[in-house]
């Protein structure tokens, strides 16, 4: 069964503390890897799709890379506004990219 | 609007009431997707649009759920006779092709059912 197991659960970093979330999938045939940024009260936020190993793509304070068994989310000196519940997803097999399986998220906290 | 528009955005409901839940995508958007999301956990795949044809429902949990977009543009999720377990909150997302490989997520609607 095609499944996604992120770690920590729960991650708290002092502001400018870089650190590293990781997303583990076990897909065969994978489609793409999405990365989305939950806000409370909020639906998820598009951030990231990585689509083969060795792929990695970078948006500010985050960089994401992929291999064949899992996904890094690099947070680089972060700041309080990124404190938010970090998701990542792949697609069901043999169904649309956007019928996603999400894990169940790391949440971040960046205190001052 | 700018976003993918939900309402109510707090519905609380007595156990056995039917319920309506709304969605209005970003204009032009092809795609539709419902999400339902319990507390602490990721969001779970419910139904999918494609314009007006639904052609996805297998996430739905059981004959009560039911979706509909007759215009290829609002959706509305109703659920019949709720019960306690229904309570979550339930996200629409609005993609602008058919590959879907971009989500726009509006910010749900919290059902509590008493």
């Known amino acids: ?13 002092q502001e400018g503390e870089s650190s590293s979330l ?15 940024r939950q806000d409370p009260g909020k639906g ?19 960089k994401a890379t992929l291999t064949k068994k899992e996904s890094f989310l690099h947070i680089t000196a972060p700041k309080p506004e990124d404190s938010a519940t970090y998701l990542c997803a792949v697609p ?15 949440q971040l906290t960046v205190w001052p | 609007g700018a976003g993918v528009s939900q309402s109510p955005r707090y519905k609380v409901a007595k156990r056995g ?12 958007h092809v795609s539709l997707f419902w999400y339902q999301q319990a507390l602490g956990q990721g969001p779970e795949f419910l139904t ?12 739905l949990p059981s004959d009560r759920f039911f979706a509909e977009r007759p215009e290829g543009s609002v959706s509305t999720l109703k659920i019949q006779r709720t019960q306690q377990e229904d309570s979550a909150v339930y996200l629409c997302a609005s993609s602008l092709a058919e590959a879907n490989e971009k ?3 509006g910010s749900g609607t919290q059902l509590s059912v008493l």
């Open chain 2, 48 to 59: 999918y649009f494609q314009n007006e044809a639904q052609l996805d429902k297998s996430g």
């Open chain 2, 17 to 28: 009431q039917d319920v309506a839940l709304r969605c209005d995508p970003i204009s032009g």
């Open chain 1, 22 to 36: 990781n997303c583990s999938y076990t897909v065969s045939g994978l489609r793409g890897l999405f990365w989305y």
């Open chain 2, 103 to 105: 989500l726009f997520f």
């Open chain 1, 1 to 13: 069964e095609d499944q996604v197991t992120q770690s920590p659960e729960a991650l708290r970093l």
């Open chain 1, 92 to 106: 069901y097999r043999g169904s649309t990219l956007g019928r996603l399986y999400f894990g169940r998220g790391t």
């Open chain 1, 44 to 62: 998820p936020e598009f951030l990231f799709t990585l689509y083969s190993a060795g792929e990695e793509k970078e948006k500010e304070r985050l």
